[in-house]
């Protein structure tokens, strides 16, 4: 094994191998609203889901140079409001678009041609290309040297037509194909997809109830 001692590396070192190897990570793309009413989209893919109970889902965004912040930090701790949405395939080159550098004014959705739709519970729209969103109101904050990390409850799900069976409360994963990040700028998908089938023993004290997702596939 190589070992690597982490207090012997800069920051951006630290970075590239995490960032790198911490693989494939969900990526957020957040909504929120600018002072003047903007609707700002941006990329995250330091983001991740937390807990049912509460429901609520991790979003890290880091600060620029001099401590300053970028538009989703400022938007998400003054209106403390936000929209987390799943990015799929048909939507992938828009996502990646979203991280341009724009100013304030501008919008990333009229950026990209993405379509703003109203939210349900939260002021930021939501997506009406994406699968998935979640809309999410601030519940914690986490703030060091480089970044912030948002903890956001989520008020309501939005999803496709047809990605959840709303009976048995399940979700059609043959029918979603979000991506991820992978290392650098690369990207995958999760069309290649396989089973693991359960230990006799452990299978049969499975609750059926609660059956794993690979039951869908």
Wanted: hydrophobic share 45%.
């Amino acid at each position: 094994m190589t070992e690597i001692d982490f207090a012997q590396l800069d920051t951006y070192a630290r970075y590239k191998l995490m960032a790198s190897l911490i693989v494939p990570r969900p990526i957020a793309l957040v909504t929120t609203l600018s002072a003047d009413g903007t609707v700002n989209a941006a990329p995250f893919s330091m983001f991740n889901m937390m807990g049912e109970d509460p429901p609520v889902v991790m979003l890290s965004v880091n600060k620029l140079q001099d401590a300053a912040q970028k538009d989703t930090a400022t938007n998400i701790l003054r209106d403390q409001e936000f929209v987390v949405h799943i990015t799929d395939e048909a939507m992938a080159a828009a996502m990646h678009r979203c991280g341009d550098r724009l100013p304030p004014h501008h919008s990333e959705l009229v950026h990209t041609g993405l379509t703003a739709t109203a939210s349900q519970s939260v002021k930021p729209p939501r997506i009406a290309e994406a699968p998935v969103a979640f809309e999410c109101v601030l519940h914690e904050t986490l703030e060091t040297e480089s970044r912030y990390v948002f903890i956001g409850l989520v008020q309501w799900l939005a999803v496709r037509d047809g990605l959840v069976d709303t009976e048995k409360w399940r979700v059609r994963l043959q029918e979603f194909f979000p991506v991820g990040r992978f290392g650098a700028s690369f990207y995958v998908n999760c069309r290649d997809r396989f089973a693991i089938e359960a230990h006799e023993g452990l299978a049969q004290a499975r609750d059926g109830a609660a059956s794993t997702a690979i039951d869908e596939m």
